[in-house]
């Protein structure tokens, strides 16, 4: 098992070939509305993503899609020559429409083309990670996932994608893919509310593999929320941060990846490394598992 060490921003874990810091940064938030279009302020976009490699960040989460193309040509224009150590994981699997639909895109000609977009929009000769996007919104879709994780992998073995990544899947279609090609991560809807992952999350953490959580507050019931409110408040500090703290105290393998506009935001979201819950609000916050 992948264990965590000393850092700033919750300890590290392998994801892929370099140790990362388990705070990341999810760049989704950098285009317009709707995660459409540019951003409102592009010098703010900027500054979020120069100030958060400037702190330690070195996993940021993208897709070209998200714009499309505006997350990726502002990490470009933010960051290149990109930091030794830096890993940017992106997706494939969906594109959008000029209605600003997420429109699934998943045959294998289609991710082959999703890939070679991300490494034009980021400016790389290799994609560090490449994300299988599948599924729903928030949950698996059974049924084999093979030639969608075959076709990234056939440009894995050209050397354009070091490592391979599934999203939206369950155990069934993680194990299918590591058939195919080592999986580095695993990105899947979980927070304290929405537990289904439990068991898998401690499989991934024995043979080493990172798993990558979605919507920290996303799905919670108004009595869940009201116990997420009830925990933060007794804390002194935000939901979020609660939300984040109870995910890096659930297991090594959880890399988070936080997203913002704003730079006081981002300082905030990488404060949750700080936030140490007491058993007592684990134990609370453990009640609301759906």
Known sequence: MTTSTSSGLGGTFRLGDRDVPRIGFGAMQLPGAGVFGPPRDHDAAIAVLRTAV?????????????????????????????????????????????????????????????????LRTLGVDVLDVVNVRMGGEHSAVAGSIAPQVEAVAELQEQGLIRHVGVSTVDAQQIAEARSITPIVTVQNFYNVANRTDDDLIDRLADDGIAYVPYFPLGGFSPLQSAVLDRVAARLGA????????????????????????????????????????????????DTVAG
Do not use: C
């Open 238 to 285: 935000s939901t979020m941060l609660v939300a984040q703290a109870w995910l890096l105290q659930r297991s090594p393998n959880l890399l988070l990846i936080p997203g913002t506009s704003s730079v006081e935001h981002l300082r905030e979201n990488l404060s949750a490394a700080d936030l140490e819950l007491p058993a007592d609000a684990v134990a609370e916050l």
């Open 54 to 118: 400037e702190l330690g960040v070195r996993h940021i989460d993208t897709a070209d899609f998200y714009g499309p193309h505006v997350s990726n040509e502002l990490i470009r224009e933010a960051l290149a020559p990109y930091p030794e150590d830096l890993v940017i994981v992106t997706k494939v699997g969906s594109r959008r429409d000029d209605r600003k639909r997420w429109i699934p895109s998943r045959t294998p000609a289609d991710l082959q083309a999703q890939v070679h977009d991300n």
